[in-house]
Every structure is written in structure tokens, then in C-alpha cells.
């Protein structure tokens, strides 16, 4: 089964320093999902990567999948109080998404926790 | 257009009880997957519903069981509850044969603990 490891477990940065968090795949990543979850509530969808190489941003998070598709980051710049929260990564184990019949499942890192400090 | 619904938001359950749980999916959408997740840990896929059946499951008992109703809304029912279901339920809805971008939409949770 595939199994993804996030690093680091948890982080606590200054606001307006940079970080960045890890996500790697035991197996090849066909669909490499990030997600933000504030403590105890659902998940925000943030970004999904697809092809190796490739590297997506929105506002000031950005994404990146390695060429050989087996690793991602999500670094984030000059963080603020607002970016605090759970980030996971999640990915399609049998890249179901592909098959018209049905949904897919995920599975997901143990995530990374983040707090910044004012 | 409406998110992913989910009730309760918090309920305490004896061990050995059994407990249903609810998810209005996102308006548009037709599958609908449960997901655990402990305290510290990442969410863990249940199962998945589409057309009201089961359409995959992971590595949990068959005291956990589900149903999906014509309107795509769904229930998560656990029997015989345990000390270990105490965790957060998320629901997810998302369009079948729709993948890639933002395909899922998570509700809040539904936050059991077994006491």
C-alpha cells in the first residue's frame, strides 16, 4: 500500500519568514492532493499536482512535484497568523480518478502542524 | 450552491453503543466517502458511496456500514462502538468520473468520542 510521510511533524515560524513542508510517496504519485485543516475541522483544498515537475501557486503557497513524481513540497512565503493550521497531503493510491465509473479515495499523510507567531 | 452538510457536530457514545452519523453532499455531486481521522493522524479512508453502493472500502470491520439515498445524502452507521472510534468523521462529496482539480468537498466533521 502506498504509504506518505510528511516532514516535519511540526513547525513554529516567525510571521513573515518562509517554510517549507515535505510529503513523500513510497510508491509513484498520480494525483498529489494538498489540503489545509484548522484544528478540528474539515479540509480546505489547496492545490493538486499531476505531472512531474510540476509546481502550482495560489496567493502565497506554493506546490511542487518532484520529476520522478514520488515527492512533493509546499513552501509558503512570508507567513501570516491566517496560514496557521494542519497541512496534509494526500494521494490517490490506484489513480482511480481515472476510471469513469467511480469517485476516488485518498490517502493521507500524518500531516504537518503549523503555527506562526507574531 | 451549498458545501458538505454534516450532523451532529459532537456526540458521546457508551462503549458498545451504536451510532449514526449524517452528510448532506455538495449540491451537483454523486459520490460521497467517509474518512476517519484520530487525533494526531491523517484522515483514514471508510468507504465510498455512488449510485447507493458501497464503490470501495478500507481496512475497517463490517461494524462500520453506510448508505447513500437517492439524493446523494449519506449516513455512516458504527455498531458496537469501541474505546478507538473516538475520533473525527469527515464526509466528502465529489462528481464521479470528475478527477483532478478540488474534486472533493469536505464537511466540518462530526467529532465522536466513546466513552
Known amino acids: 500500500s502506498q504509504e506518505l510521510e510528511q516532514s516535519p511533524q511540526s513547525l513554529i515560524v516567525q510571521e513573515g519568514k518562509n517554510l517549507t513542508i515535505n510529503c513523500t510517496s513510497s510508491?509513484?504519485?498520480?494525483?498529489l492532493y494538498w489540503y489545509k485543516q484548522k484544528y478540528g475541522e474539515g479540509l480546505i483544498f489547496l492545490m493538486m499536482?499531476?505531472?512531474?515537475?510540476e509546481e502550482k501557486s495560489h496567493e502565497k503557497i506554493t506546490a511542487k512535484l518532484d520529476e520522478k513524481k514520488q515527492q512533493s513540497s509546499l513552501h509558503i512565503t512570508a507567513s501570516q497568523p491566517s496560514h496557521a493550521g494542519i497541512y496534509l497531503c494526500g494521494a490517490d493510491p490506484a489513480h482511480s480518478f481515472q476510471n469513469s465509473n467511480s469517485g476516488y479515495a485518498l490517502n493521507f499523510g500524518k500531516g504537518t502542524s503549523l503555527l506562526v507567531t507574531p | 450552491e451549498t458545501g458538505v452538510t454534516q450532523s451532529p457536530t459532537h456526540l458521546i457514545k457508551t462503549r458498545g453503543q451504536q451510532v449514526t452519523l449524517r452528510c448532506s453532499s455538495q449540491s451537483g455531486h454523486n459520490t460521497v466517502s467517509w474518512y476517519q481521522q484520530a487525533l494526531g493522524q491523517g484522515p483514514q479512508f471508510i468507504f465510498q458511496y455512488y449510485r447507493e453502493e458501497e464503490n470501495g472500502r478500507g481496512n475497517f470491520p463490517p461494524r462500520f456500514s453506510g448508505l447513500q439515498f437517492p439524493n446523494y445524502s449519506s449516513e455512516l452507521n458504527v455498531n458496537a462502538l469501541e474505546l478507538d472510534d473516538s475520533a473525527l468523521y469527515l464526509c466528502?462529496?465529489?462528481?464521479?468520473?470528475?478527477?483532478?482539480?478540488?474534486?472533493?468537498?469536505f464537511g466540518s466533521g462530526t467529532r465522536l468520542t466513546v466513552v
Open positions: 499536482l499531476q505531472k512531474g515537475g
Open positions: 510508491k509513484t504519485l498520480y494525483g
Open positions: 466528502a462529496s465529489s462528481i464521479s468520473g470528475v478527477g483532478g482539480v478540488g474534486g472533493y468537498t
